[in-house]
């Protein structure tokens, strides 16, 4: 009897095994950040990233896009850097495949982690296109057509437009394929511009590699407006946050005697005395979302006139102080936005519903047929990843199968530059 | 029967430390350990980020009109001559023009470290002049930073900030980009003192080539890795006016 149980629990193992074949156990993995903050924070220690060419070794320009050529006029003067769109593009000598990176949110073309994925897509042979993120500030600017992005199929439109304009600027460069991936929010935009691009052909994306996607946007959103929540030690009524946090960095560096800012500070701070607790950390992950969703919530209200932020009409010059508007719009975290902003265009726009409708409409969800059927599409994730809520891995393993890779740490997006990760992400493109 | 029993431990340990760590679907719930202020305390952000604001800047509608001159100059000028001044040069001549300036430098950073009576610091920097001025041919080459000796700015700015004098004013220069009332006085005096004491005839020479100023000024933008846009948001110039200030305290209670 006992043999039975004994065996039928070594058999559902075994199956487990096999359902999960893309999961990654930690001692294989090798990453040696356990703490999903400290990862996000700090990404891979330098001597475990991918071997990448150096930027002075990339053959690479930025471009400008004149896409909506009415916000010319219709942006205040001090918008003069992104009333074109830019993009970063580098090119290898002869023909060869094109991937376009998306940038996550409030994520700048030349931000961090789209810069360490094009010098490793740029390394293995490819040309790579950087674009920002509908959601940053200068694709707002410049590129949306209605400038109020969270609506992830026309973020995705827009992308798409900027896309072919891309493509259309270079019409000599020789492109063997195209490939498409995006980190975060971007991968989120990924998975919509593959989608749209099965009807509008123009691409044909040869493999979309989506990394670090949020499954359900609100849960990331309510996420990431939480981590500023935290109950931070030190802080009281005299010291604020970043009070605290510069108090550290400061005696940090007075006991090491010299100040030197290089790729592993932050481990060495981080073995010090000084070390940041989870609640810091999470407030600091937390306080660079806080301002994205304050970039957005002033861009979206100034360019579509709403006069919530910013009173219609004032008039604002190169010299005009922004910083009491900056004050108002800091106040508004992610679900202020939705609240105040996304919803009533949406509804406006669509005859939409309730909230859960929108969220249904904007997430992974909308797209599940399409994932499961879709053998190019592939996603890359992390077990401790920030932006997820319960039940959002189990989403991604029915729809995808083995088409999901769980990597156990990395927190969000701290390991794309892990020589792992970055194998595993040239060999899915190689096929 | 014992091994069973082993197994059997092993499984039940093995499915209760998961089970801590991760649901069923792998996911291992990072926020779940995080503490979390009461509901009316939760505005920690908001209170923190508005304090930072309030930076002492009377003239902030001429700083943000210099601060687009800079971005533009930047664009238009600066960084276009960085880009002909790399495709041009060799690195490891860059590489020289920069440690050869950056020793250069190393005079007022031991004339301020001196003026703050910092013993250890002087040495520390006197030597690395030594070294690099020596063996590291005028300081073409910089072995003192292999030898362990790394290198340690200090300015005017930070000497009078060392002796309690207040910032005053925040200041966008033209060009050199965020300062303050206070260090931009102490520029004025590096820059003096550096043309008295001409360190390896350099100032007399510039004096009479001015492509050598050109030149540092150009090596000075190569090395820095600062763009503006860099920072994507409609708010840089306040996030550029925060983090120089503090960034400047740091280095100066350092």
């Known amino acids: ?431 | 029967m014992d091994k069973k029993a082993l197994l059997i431990a092993l499984l039940l340990t093995s499915g209760l430390a998961s089970a801590q760590e991760a649901d069923p679907d792998g996911f291992t719930q990072p926020l779940k350990e995080l503490k979390f202020n009461p509901g009316l305390d939760q505005r920690e952000f908001e209170r923190a980020t508005l304090d930072a604001l309030n930076v002492f800047d009377p003239f902030e509608s001429w700083n943000r009109r210099v601060y687009h001159f800079n971005y533009r100059f930047d664009e238009w000028v600066f960084l276009p001559v960085v880009r002909g001044y790399t495709f041009v040069t060799p690195r490891v001549v860059r590489s020289g023009v920069s440690n050869f300036f950056s020793n250069l430098g190393d005079v007022p950073n031991l004339l301020n470290s001196i003026l703050q009576l910092r013993g250890q610091r002087s040495m520390q920097i006197t030597a690395r002049l030594m070294f690099n001025t020596t063996i590291g041919l005028a300081g073409l080459w910089d072995p003192a930073t292999r030898m362990g000796l790394p290198k340690q700015n200090e300015d005017f700015g930070q000497t009078l900030g060392h002796y309690g004098v207040s910032e005053g004013p925040f200041l966008m220069l033209p060009v050199l980009g965020p300062s303050n009332l206070r260090d931009t006085s102490g520029l004025v005096v590096d820059f003096v003192a550096e043309d008295q004491i001409n360190f390896l005839n350099v100032a007399e020479a510039s004096s009479n080539h001015p492509e050598i100023t050109v030149l540092r000024m150009v090596d000075k933008r190569y090395s820095t890795n600062f763009r503006y846009g860099q920072l994507n948001t409609p708010f840089e110039y306040e996030k550029l006016r925060y983090v120089y200030t503090q960034a400047r305290r740091l280095q100066i209670a350092e």
């Open chain 1, 1 to 431: 009897m006992l043999r039975l149980r004994l065996a039928a629990l070594l058999g559902s193992l075994i199956f487990c095994a096999q359902v999960l074949a893309a999961d990654l156990d930690a001692n294989t993995y090798g990453f040696p950040i356990t703490n999903p903050f400290e990862a996000t924070i700090a990404t891979t220690p330098p001597d475990l990233r991918s071997q990448v060419p150096a930027n002075e070794d990339i053959n690479q320009s930025d471009y400008d896009l004149k896409l909506r050529p009415e916000r010319e006029t219709e942006l205040p003067d001090n918008f003069w850097p992104v009333k074109s769109l830019r993009y970063r593009l580098a090119r290898q000598k002869g023909p060869a495949p094109l991937v376009f990176v998306i940038a996550g949110t409030g994520g700048h073309y030349a931000s961090t982690h789209a810069e360490s994925l094009k010098r490793l897509f740029y390394g293995a042979g490819y040309h790579v296109v950087q674009l920002s993120s509908p959601t940053s500030y200068d694709f707002m600017a410049a590129a949306s057509r209605h400038a109020t992005p969270g609506i992830s199929s026309e973020d995705a439109d827009d992308l798409y437009r900027v896309m072919q304009a891309v493509r259309a600027q270079h019409p000599s460069l020789p492109i063997t394929d195209f490939y498409l991936t995006g980190y975060s929010l971007g991968a989120l935009d990924a998975a919509f511009v593959s989608h749209l691009d099965e009807t509008r052909r123009s691409f044909n994306f040869k493999r979309v590699l989506l990394l670090n996607p949020p499954v359900n946007l609100y849960t990331s959103v309510t996420n990431l407006d939480r981590l500023v929540q935290t109950r931070v030690k030190g802080v009281d009524d005299t010291t604020t946050f970043y009070q605290v946090v510069l108090g550290k960095l400061t005696r940090y560096f007075q006991q090491k005697g010299y100040i030197d800012l290089n790729d592993a500070l932050l481990f060495d701070f981080q073995e010090s005395r000084q070390r940041l607790t989870n609640e810091q950390m999470a407030m600091l992950i937390g306080t660079a979302f806080r301002f994205s969703s304050s970039d957005i919530a002033f861009t979206s209200d100034l360019i579509n006139h709403r006069g919530l932020i910013t009173p219609a009409k004032y008039p604002i010059t190169e010299g005009t102080s922004l910083t009491r508007f900056y004050k108002r719009a800091l106040q508004c975290d992610f679900d202020c936005y939705i609240t105040e902003q996304l919803i009533p265009y949406w509804r406006a726009k669509y005859d939409g519903g309730s909230l859960s409708q929108l969220i249904n409409q904007v997430s992974l969800y909308a797209l599940e047929d399409y994932l499961k059927g879709s053998s190019k599409i592939a996603v890359m994730h992390n077990a401790d990843d920030l932006i997820l809520g319960p039940g959002d891995l189990g989403f991604l393993r029915r729809t995808l199968g083995d088409r999901l890779t769980l990597y156990p740490h990395g927190g969000h997006c701290g390991n794309l530059n892990y020589r792992v990760n970055g194998d595993a992400m040239l060999e899915f493109f190689r096929g």
